[in-house]
């Protein structure tokens, strides 16, 4: 089985533009979350979709967006980008599991993201 | 609220010695947790997770973990290091909705011959 797929693997952005990340789940996995990995605070949850509806959603402000499709692939928004925004960003999916609690996550290689 | 210590940010072993990576936890439900290894360049591989079933869990790569409730504790445990085994690890625990995970800041292993 294929594992999770994120495109594009790098990406050099400018100050001020918006950026768009993707991210293709495992297949039969309709949960998909985000997270942002930086040197300094380490990897933070951005949010969670399930069936095309946001579950979950971490600390950020509201230039992060994101959303899932009805195939289970989902995209990342992020505008206005700020220098700070510069980091790896982690897609991970995850099978059915009790209760619709998640016991388990898979991730994908990442998105390389550098703002100058 | 959830959160997640590792204790130690940086643990170096000779090849053939025992790892061990700590992890403290605080939950106000009863928590899943996770360990993952992260390679250079690369995303996070799940090594091992407790979800409430036994509290001895074995992993990959020869790696396990014992959840100790009376600790908070989830420490990672590998009998004899290999130098491939060097990289970052993160613990981590299941938020309060169970939809998100929360890591700690990460332990770096390193292996020398």
């Known amino acids: 089985k294929a594992g999770v797929t994120q495109t594009p693997r790098y990406l050099i952005k400018t100050r001020g533009q918006q950026v768009t990340l993707s991210c293709s789940p495992i297949?039969?996995?309709?949960?998909v979350s985000w997270y942002q990995q930086t040197p300094g605070q380490g990897l933070q949850f951005l949010f969670e979709?399930?069936?095309?509806?946001?579950?979950n959603k971490g600390n950020f402000p509201g230039r992060f967006s994101g959303r899932q499709f009805s195939n289970s692939r989902s995209e990342m928004n992020v505008s206005t980008l700020e220098l700070g925004d510069s980091a790896l960003y982690l897609c991970?999916?995850?099978?059915?599991?009790?209760?619709?609690?998640?016991?388990?996550?898979?991730f994908g290689p990442g998105t390389r993201l550098t703002v100058t | 609220a959830q959160s997640v210590t590792q204790l130690g940010s940086h643990v170096s072993v000779s090849e053939g010695a025992l790892v061990l990576l700590r992890c403290n936890y605080s939950?106000?439900?009863?928590?899943?947790l996770f360990w993952y290894v992260q390679y250079p360049n690369q995303g996070l591989q799940l090594l091992l997770k407790?979800?409430?079933?036994?509290?001895l869990v074995k992993g990959i790569n020869g790696f396990e973990a014992e959840f100790k409730k009376s600790e908070t504790s989830f420490h990672l445990t590998k009998p004899s290091a290999h130098m491939r085994d060097a990289a970052e690890y993160f613990c981590?625990?299941?938020?309060?909705?169970?939809?998100?995970?929360?890591f700690g800041k990460g332990t770096t292993l390193s292996v020398s011959s």
């Open positions: 297949s039969g996995h309709r949960s």
């Open positions: 407790y979800t409430s079933a036994a509290t």
């Open positions: 981590a625990v299941s938020d309060q909705a169970g939809t998100a995970l929360i």
């Open positions: 991970a999916s995850s099978p059915p599991g009790t209760s619709g609690r998640i016991y388990e996550q898979y």
């Open positions: 939950s106000s439900v009863p928590p899943y």
């Open positions: 979709y399930f069936s095309e509806t946001q579950r």
